[in-house]
Structure formats: structure tokens, C-alpha cells
């Protein structure tokens, strides 16, 4: 029976399914965004905007990677955040001890080995967090976003713990892969930490795509019942879920504490919903079995583009070269929304989001 419903799973899932606008809802969305940026933004194509949202969509572009895999075994890791905050803690506690760096991490110099050590230790713990998690997922019973919700708390708790709310400084190699790139031509610069998240996820998309893991993976979130009839372990394809989940949180978090070159509890406070919105954007569903690691790209890309022509926008310059009269010009540069433009841009990426999620969760029900 098992030989038997295997290939007729993999046959249903190879047979062509008709194209429809939900499908390109991401990346029409995408294109909206980059077009009202456009008018609104002076120069906003060129290659330093690139560089900016290269820089800024790395890391979470690793997260996601991981959030990915979970979503689509249609669970859900909310802890994300907090383990990539206790893996940088971990690497900067370790990092400020006399066998390393010493005090602010430059009383001497380390060995290779230690370096590798003290970065490796914080991805193996947060590795072991998510396998933690799934496991406890998978005995218990309970929805993963409860086991995972206590597992943020955990993590915090450590992360308070092992620094005492004191700052701790970074191996210089992971400031090097946060803040160092490539210059190429016209003033276009390749961020380090740009490509080591492509690496990350075409590593995630080759395993998802062209490995029977990656299968099971669909089968798993799409009819979780029927795949295990067809001989799926799909106890463990969960468990090694949200592992993965919590070895690309790690990365992530070692990656952004690099990037800001020291370690605190303030990092990675918005990392969670900021990955969770860049998953969906991209078209990826909360009840799994559909989406992909290119998917997740596109989303990770509109939510930075957006956050990015948010910040490089310009109300006060729009005004004066509006063609409005004189005297609304004037009203409007001294409106109280004008001069605060600046705690104004949450409240707009958040209405763009909700609007861009809405539309596309609509196209969805119409294509069913």
C-alpha cells in the first residue's frame, strides 16, 4: 500500500494546475510598490537604493528562509525573534571571556578556532531549540504556535540572564559579513551578508525542490493525514522543521548583531513579524502545502522595498514641488502630520501591508 500511494501522491502533485492572478499577486504588488516609489522618491533606481535594500533585507531574508519550511508543514514558530537574540547573547557573552577576546572582546587576539567555536556553539543551541520545540509540537499534542510561544520566553529569559542588560561586543568576522561588500561598477556594492543569504536559500530552495524531504515537506502541510497513509514520517518532517527554523534564526541574529557590530536586548524586537509578514507576501500559506523559496524572495523584497522608499521619502520636498497653491503649500508644511512624517511611517507600512495581505488572501478565495 505504502509503494503504491507514493507515486500517485507525486503524480497528483506534478499535474498542471491553471494559472490564475493570485499567482502573480506577489510580484504585481511588488511592481505597485516600486512604481509609487518611483514618483515619489528622487532617484529612487539607482544602485545605492539597490545597495540599501541588499543591506536591509539580508537578514531577514535568512529568517524567512527558515519560517518558510514551518509554514509549510502548516505550523507556525513564534519564537524566531528571541532565539535569534539568544544565539548573538550566546556569541557575545562567549566572546568577552578571558579564553576568547577578553573584556569588550579586544583584551587579545583570538585563535581561528575559537572564533569558530564561539560562533558555532550559539547556531548548534539554537538548532537544538527548534528541534526542541518540534519535538514537544509533536508529544504533547498542542498547537506549535503554544510550544513555540513558551519557547520565546525561554530564550528571552536567557538572553536577560546571560547579559544582565549589558552590551557585548561580536567576533570581528561577523561585523565584517553585517556591515562589508562588494563595490562594482557605477557605485553598485554587493553586501557580504547579501550573498551568504542567497547562499542560504538556494541551499533551502535545492532541498526543498529536487530532494524527497523537500516532497514530504508539501505533502506534509497540504493533507497531513493522507501523506502519512502514504508512509511519511510526518512527526519527524515537522520536528526537522522547525530545527531548521531555529539554525536560520541563529544565522540571522549572528548576521544582524554583526551588522550592528555589538550585542543588546533591543535587537531582533520586530524580526518575527517582520519575517512572518515577508513569508506571506510572497504568497506562501498559513495553512500549508503552497509556496516556495522564491516566493518568500519576492516578499522579502516588497517588505524592504516598502520599508526603504518609506524611509527615503520626503513629504516637505513633495509639498513644495506640488502644483497646489501657495497658501495650501504653506497649511500643509506646517501641519503637525507633515513635521512628524517621521512616526507616521509605521502606520503606513502597516496599512500598505495589511492592504497588500487583504488583496491577495482575496485572490485566493476566488481561485478556490
Not at 561586543?169 to 542567497?198: C, E, H, M, Y
Not at 524572495?297 to 520626503?314: A, Q, R, S
Request: hydrophobic fraction near 50%; include cysteine.
Amino acid at each position: 500500500m505504502t509503494e503504491n500511494a507514493q507515486p500517485a501522491t507525486a503524480k497528483a502533485s506534478a499535474t498542471p494546475r491553471q494559472i490564475h492572478w493570485a499567482d502573480y499577486a506577489p510580484l504585481l504588488s511588488l511592481a505597485l510598490i516600486m512604481g509609487v516609489f518611483t514618483l515619489l522618491v528622487d532617484q529612487f533606481w539607482s544602485f545605492g537604493t539597490l545597495s540599501l535594500v541588499l543591506q536591509q533585507s539580508a537578514v531577514l531574508a535568512i529568517v524567512a528562509t527558515g519560517l518558510t519550511y514551518v509554514l509549510l508543514c502548516a505550523e507556525i514558530d513564534l519564537s524566531v525573534g528571541m532565539v535569534a537574540l539568544l544565539s548573538a547573547c550566546v556569541c557575545g557573552v562567549m566572546w568577552e571571556q578571558p579564553w576568547a577576546a577578553g573584556a569588550k572582546g579586544t583584551a587579545h587576539a583570538a585563535s581561528a578556532l575559537t572564533i569558530v567555536f564561539v560562533i558555532g556553539v550559539p547556531i548548534v543551541l539554537a538548532t537544538i531549540c527548534g528541534w526542541i520545540s518540534g519535538r514537544l509540537t509533536i508529544s504533547s499534542g498542542l498547537p506549535s504556535f503554544i510550544i513555540t510561544l513558551a519557547m520565546m520566553n525561554i530564550t528571552l529569559g536567557l538572553a536577560r540572564f546571560l547579559t544582565k542588560s549589558e552590551k557585548f561586543a561580536v567576533p570581528g568576522v561577523l561585523t565584517k559579513i553585517g556591515n562589508d561588500g562588494w563595490r562594482l561598477f557605477g557605485g553598485l556594492r554587493i553586501p557580504q551578508s547579501a550573498v551568504l543569504a542567497a547562499v542560504v536559500m538556494l541551499v533551502a530552495h535545492i532541498v526543498l525542490e529536487h530532494t524527497r524531504f523537500g516532497r514530504y515537506v508539501y505533502m506534509t502541510g497540504g493533507n497531513r493525514e493522507a501523506a502519512r497513509l502514504a508512509g511519511v514520517r510526518t512527526d519527524l518532517v515537522v520536528i526537522r522543521c522547525l530545527a531548521i527554523c531555529g539554525l536560520t534564526a541563529a544565522i540571522g541574529g549572528l548576521v544582524n548583531a554583526g551588522r550592528l557590530n555589538s550585542v543588546s536586548l533591543d535587537q531582533n524586537a520586530d524580526l518575527l513579524l517582520d519575517a512572518v509578514a515577508c513569508v506571506v507576501l510572497g504568497g506562501t500559506s498559513l495553512f500549508g502545502g503552497e509556496g516556495s523559496i522564491g516566493r518568500t524572495i519576492i516578499g522579502v523584497l516588497t517588505f524592504t522595498t516598502l520599508k526603504v522608499g518609506l524611509n527615503l521619502m520626503n513629504v516637505e520636498r513633495l509639498i513644495k514641488q506640488s502644483p497646489l497653491p501657495a497658501g495650501w503649500k504653506s497649511q500643509w508644511l506646517e501641519a503637525s502630520w507633515v513635521t512628524q512624517f517621521d512616526l507616521l511611517r509605521p502606520f503606513l507600512l502597516g496599512v500598505v501591508l495589511l492592504l497588500a495581505l487583504v488583496i491577495h488572501g482575496r485572490l485566493v478565495k476566488r481561485r478556490e
